[in-house]
């Protein structure tokens, strides 16, 4: 009997499931660095949202198809890092696959770190945590009070803008689409540009946008990352709305379709990375301002943009259960299914 061990994280109502692959469960894929790892994962001729099969991604499809997981399932494989200079690496995957970036995944992956002493961290103060990623090495700083943890900020890679005002066709009309790569490449458009507004009621058309969007810019070649293709192609596509500005800057909702039609519960947080690269190069900035960034679950994030291209988004994250997965050899449904 096949057995698999997780603990779960939400980070602003998105779930984060962790498998360590360093102590418990599968071998870690083959490779010299997290990258190389995820490139194997995914397998000979596969894509981050078509991967081969494999024994490790039927542990992942164990963990996000039904009856054990949901279309909307998140998580990670722990893996070794890089080098010394990192905590750990990651996998990151969804219903469809892999993904080379994840910024509520590693605000997640932080607070595990320090739940479980991986990293020590103070009662009062911050902690931080290095995580090896495939697009390379961010930072969860663990903030800590009375002995628990209050937050986490995620510092990303460099995000940096790839086009502007990208025309695209789709179902409701045309949109003017803006492309940053930020760890993953996102499309950005205003939802009203489609006639929608972001909101719960409003979902399958939103998400039914976003598959046009993504399916539209394939072959762009605003789309694609000078280190190739694990990180090149539309990720993401996030429609947003302006929403009046706080006293500390702007402040926008969004719901983020990525891979396959999956919708972020947070406010996604290489998301929102894009968007700062993006309201940076606009100058809606001022000294010391901060994006507020909500969304469709009423969720925040705030984000700022640093020196460099490299930003920092601040959101909360609780536990929220540990899991001992089995299957029978006798189950006929094996690692299950997806409606």
Known sequence: MTTVRTVDYHTAGEPFRIVDLTSDGPAPAPGDTVAERCATAIGPGGSGTAPRRGPLDDVRRLLVQEPRGHAGMYGGFVVPPDDDGAHFGVLFWHKDGYSTACGHGTMALGAWAVDTGLV????????????????????????????????????????????????????????????????????????????????????????????????????????????????????????????????????????????????????????????????AEDGRFGAGEDLLHESVTGTVFTGRMLEGGVTEVTGTVYRTGEHTFTVDPYDALGTGFSL
């Open 120 to 279: 020590a961290a103070p009662d009062d103060g911050d902690a931080q945590v290095r995580i090896d990623v495939p697009s390379g090495r961010v930072t969860a700083t663990v903030h800590r009070d009375g002995g628990r943890t209050t937050g986490v900020t995620f510092r990303n890679v460099p995000a940096r803008v790839g086009a502007r005002k990208v025309p695209v066709a789709t179902s409701l009309g045309l949109a003017e689409v803006d492309i940053a790569h930020a760890g993953a490449c996102y499309a950005s458009l205003r939802a009203r540009d489609l006639g929608l507004g972001v909101s719960r009621a409003e979902l399958p058309a939103l998400v039914r946008a976003g598959q046009e969007v993504r399916a539209a810019l394939a072959t762009h070649p605003a789309t694609w990352h000078p280190d190739g293709p694990l990180l090149s192609g539309v990720y993401g596509v996030v429609l947003y709305e302006e929403l009046a500005d706080t006293p500390f800057g702007p402040h926008q909702r969004n719901v983020t379709v990525f891979a396959d039609g999956q919708v972020d519960r947070s406010p996604c947080g290489s998301g929102t990375s894009a968007r700062l690269a993006l309201l």
